[in-house]
Every structure is written in structure tokens, then in C-alpha cells.
């Protein structure tokens, strides 16, 4: 830290008694008064907060103006008549998306021809696999139950009568 510069940090931090305020509140007002003020501090605070303010000459600063009620209302409905570009292009927008999906809906455009003529495609090949899947469990129960009967025909032809008989 440079030698010539003091450390402000660390020190006690001092606070304005509300005593002392009011004395330099007075002291200001009674300047102003004794200055010619025209206007008094305690009619408007507005006013004040005016006076401390810088004026400067911004030109893009657009001022805020006081507008009555009926003002308001005249605004609008005046404004309702007449659309920006943006706004009429958003209009355009929604209104051609919703025609669209009608068109869609009904299956006039070339995309929901499109997903018709796949979603056809899809419904037959699922249809031949269920065909297949079927023939298939058919055919396995067919030779299950072939094999059942072979063993039950094995089954009576060896173990039915107990077997060969002896000659004596």
C-alpha cells in the first residue's frame, strides 16, 4: 500500500443525529428564502427534487405528458383502426398457419398425403405380421399337438398290455 494515502478502513463510522439534520434543513430553507426563492420548500417536494436535478439539453429525452381519462380512451380507439407492418404480418402469419392445418386436416396438402400414403404402408405391413404371427402359433400348436398324440399313441401300444407275453 503506498505510504501517502490513509487507510479508511477500520474506522468508526459516523452517522448524522437527526437533531443536526433538522438545523441544516432550516439553515437551507432560510438561505433560499433570503435569496428570493419565489416558491416555498414545504408546498411541493416535487418541486425540490426539480431544483436538484441537472438540466441538461438531451434531444432524444422524450417527456412524459399529463393525459386525462378521456384522453385515454379517445387514444384508444383510434388506435384500433389503423395496424402496424409487424402487426399485420403476425396476423397473415397465424391466419395462413390456420388455414393450413385445416387443409391438413382434411388431407388436401402434399405432406398429409404423404403421411397418408405412409401411415397405409405401416397398416399393411402390420397387418401381414399379425397374419404371419398367427400362422405361425396355428403351426406350432398343430406339431405340439401332433407330438402329444405320438406319445400318447406310444404310450398305449408299448405300456398298455403289460408288456409281451411269455410262452410256456
Given at each position: 500500500m503506498?505510504?501517502?494515502?490513509?487507510?479508511l478502513k477500520g474506522r468508526a463510522k459516523k452517522f448524522t443525529s437527526p437533531e443536526e439534520l433538522e438545523s441544516q434543513r432550516l439553515q437551507e430553507q432560510n438561505w433560499r428564502s433570503n435569496n428570493g426563492s419565489d416558491s416555498s420548500d414545504d408546498?411541493?417536494?416535487s418541486e425540490d427534487e426539480k431544483d436538484d436535478v441537472?438540466?441538461?439539453n438531451n434531444p432524444n429525452h422524450v417527456k412524459n405528458k399529463e393525459k386525462k381519462l378521456?384522453?385515454?380512451d379517445d387514444l384508444t380507439t383510434a388506435g384500433t383502426g389503423e395496424l402496424s407492418r409487424r402487426e399485420r404480418e403476425e396476423i397473415a402469419k397465424?391466419?395462413?398457419?390456420?388455414?393450413?392445418?385445416?387443409?391438413?386436416?382434411?388431407?388436401?396438402?402434399?405432406?398429409?398425403?404423404?403421411?397418408?400414403?405412409?401411415?397405409a404402408i405401416v397398416r399393411k405391413q402390420r397387418e401381414e405380421a399379425a397374419r404371419k404371427r398367427e400362422e405361425e402359433k396355428k403351426e406350432r400348436e398343430s406339431r405340439q399337438s401332433a407330438a402329444k398324440?405320438?406319445?400318447?399313441?406310444?404310450?398305449?401300444?408299448?405300456?398298455?398290455?403289460?408288456?409281451?407275453k411269455k410262452r410256456k
Open positions: 503506498p505510504r501517502g494515502k490513509k487507510n408546498d411541493s417536494s441537472i438540466q441538461t378521456s384522453q385515454l397465424q391466419e395462413a398457419a390456420r388455414r393450413y392445418q385445416k387443409l391438413h386436416a382434411e388431407g388436401k396438402t402434399d405432406e398429409a398425403r404423404a403421411d397418408l400414403a405412409r401411415l398324440e405320438a406319445s400318447l399313441s406310444a404310450i398305449k401300444n408299448k405300456g398298455g398290455g403289460g408288456g409281451r
